[in-house]
């Protein structure tokens, strides 16, 4: 949450016209534009087949090379092995999932979208799956304004909450902003408490400043400073 105004009111930003996407369009190494391209990847292929006892383990290893790249925000490194790990196993999930983290990180939200929508259809009730796609339409919303992000978002979180996901705590975080930009000021209240009792860290203190300026704490945990 990058800052708690009423700026973004869902109703202000005109909508833009999102492009329709293909694979080819996300995934990078599926259209190879030049012969040595072609050539370069079945390189690739010929030695890791040499390398690993299978290309689903091999695949598994870039997956692993990639994440450790994107948590120490190497992105152009994660999607190199991202890439690779795709060309070994187009089966794995873990590619897609990936991938739409990269583009989600780089505010590519309709490619991030697209592909972790795909990624989806063969994991419908991972709860962290559920919640990141749900992050990344609410990030969506920060660009767009779009309610459609926002309905999309809370629907998939609360969809995460019924596969009791090990971080409920951000889930419900996340909900309560999300409420924040509907105008839906008690549920904000609840959910932020909820993810307070969860983990004491999601105390955000900018965050229960902005829900005060809008709604008294029901619980009546937290109160406005009086202005001077």
């Known amino acids: 949450m990058s800052s708690?105004?009423?700026?973004?009111?869902?109703?202000?930003a005109p909508q833009p016209q999102r492009p329709r996407l293909t694979m080819q369009e996300v995934i990078p190494p599926m259209a190879p534009a030049t012969q040595q391209a072609v050539a370069a990847q079945n390189s690739f292929l010929k030695k890791s087949d040499e390398t690993f006892k299978s290309r689903q383990l091999g695949?598994?290893?870039?997956?692993?090379?990639?994440?450790?790249?994107?948590?120490?925000?190497q992105?152009?490194?994660?999607?190199?092995?991202?890439?690779?790990a795709w060309l070994l196993d187009r089966n794995n999930m873990e590619v897609y999932w990936g991938y739409g983290l990269v583009y989600g990180q780089q505010q590519a939200y309709d490619k991030a979208l697209y592909i972790l929508?795909?990624?989806l259809d063969k994991d419908k009730t991972n709860p962290r799956l559920l919640t990141d796609i749900a992050t990344t339409h609410l990030s969506r919303f920060y660009k767009y304004s779009s309610v459609d992000d926002l309905q999309q978002s809370k629907k998939l979180l609360?969809?995460?909450l019924k596969h009791t996901p090990e971080n409920a705590a951000d889930v419900y975080y996340k909900l309560a902003i999300n409420s924040y930009y509907l105008y839906e000021f008690g549920s904000a209240w609840e959910y932020l408490h909820r993810s307070i009792r969860h983990d004491q860290s999601k105390e955000d203190q900018t965050?229960?400043?902005?829900?005060?300026?809008?709604?008294?704490?029901?619980e009546g945990i937290y109160v406005a400073q009086s202005k001077q």
């Not at 708690?4 to 202000?12: D, G, K, L, P, W």
């Not at 992105?75 to 690779?84: E, Q």
């Not at 965050?207 to 029901?218: G, R, T, W």
């Open 75 to 84: 992105l152009d490194s994660a999607m190199v092995n991202f890439n690779r």
């Open 158 to 160: 609360e969809q995460a």
């Open 117 to 119: 929508y795909r990624a």
């Open 59 to 73: 695949s598994q290893y870039y997956v692993t090379q990639a994440k450790r790249m994107f948590n120490e925000e």
């Open 4 to 12: 708690c105004n009423m700026q973004n009111a869902v109703t202000e």
């Open 207 to 218: 965050f229960i400043s902005a829900l005060l300026e809008q709604e008294k704490d029901p």
